[in-house]
């Protein structure tokens, strides 16, 4: 059965850092977002993504994050500079239809 | 703002009876309403889903049930079992292929 696979598992980095999260969606989906879940609260929306732009952000989406869709597999997440707040999972999911289908997860932890 | 909220942070079953998850919902515009299950560590799993032109869809042991006039819907299992135990998220989105607006979700778990 095809899954959204999402690398790494697990991601430490100091505050100021960068870091790329990594998806593989669905190789026939078309449509693409990420989410995320701080510890204890519930799955917020960050982006959508449709014909290699973003359709859609959240407040939350401000200009330390981006996406891209590089090499017409791969879709990356960037956090330019992190801060302690950005501590959270990280899910990536791509849609056919109205239903999502969601990677396994990045946690992301910021110290 | 709680546009999905799923009002019982946990629920506990016996295994064999049935599970009900509830959720309610404030945007009349979402136009689908699904339910996913969550594993800790993992991301979550679609389970069902139901179109605001029905108000009931039924795969297995699963069947969700919408009462759009009362902007509620609901998550029946049975029977209920071990496997069962997770975090069941309920979300809503405008039409297909836009976002999902999520509740925070009840973790249900299944007493053998």
């Known amino acids: 059965e095809p899954e959204v696979t999402q690398t790494p598992s697990h991601q430490v980095t100091q505050m100021g850092q960068e870091v790329i999260l990594r998806c593989v969606p669905i190789?026939?989906?078309?449509?693409f977002y990420w989410y995320r879940q701080i510890l204890g609260q519930k799955v917020e929306f960050l982006v959508s993504?449709?014909?290699?732009?973003?359709?859609?952000k959240s407040e939350i989406f401000d200009d330390q994050f981006s996406v891209e869709r590089p090499d017409g597999s791969n879709f990356t997440l960037k956090i330019r500079s992190t801060k302690l707040e950005d501590s959270a999972m990280y899910f990536c999911?791509?849609?056919?239809?109205?239903?999502?289908?969601f990677g396994q997860g990045t946690r992301l932890t910021v110290v | 703002d709680q546009q999905v909220k799923q009002n019982s942070p946990s629920l506990s079953v016996q295994e064999g009876r049935i599970s009900i998850l509830n959720c309610d919902y404030t945007?009349?515009?979402?136009?689908?309403f699904l339910w996913y299950k969550k594993y800790p560590a993992e991301g979550p799993t679609f389970l069902i889903s139901?179109?605001?032109?029905?108000d009931k869809n039924e795969d297995g042991r699963f069947t969700v049930f919408l009462n759009k006039s009362a902007k509620h819907l609901s998550l029946h299992i049975v029977p209920s079992q071990p496997g069962d135990s997770a975090v069941y998220f309920c979300?809503?989105?405008?039409?297909?292929?836009?976002?999902?607006?999520f509740g925070t979700g009840t973790r249900l778990t299944i007493i053998p």
């Open positions: 999911a791509s849609q056919v239809n109205t239903e999502a289908f």
């Open positions: 190789s026939n989906h078309l449509y």
């Open positions: 993504f449709y014909n290699n732009e973003i359709s859609e």
């Open positions: 945007n009349s515009m979402f136009d689908y």
């Open positions: 139901i179109s605001s032109i029905k």
């Open positions: 979300a809503a989105s405008g039409r297909g292929n836009e976002k999902l607006t």
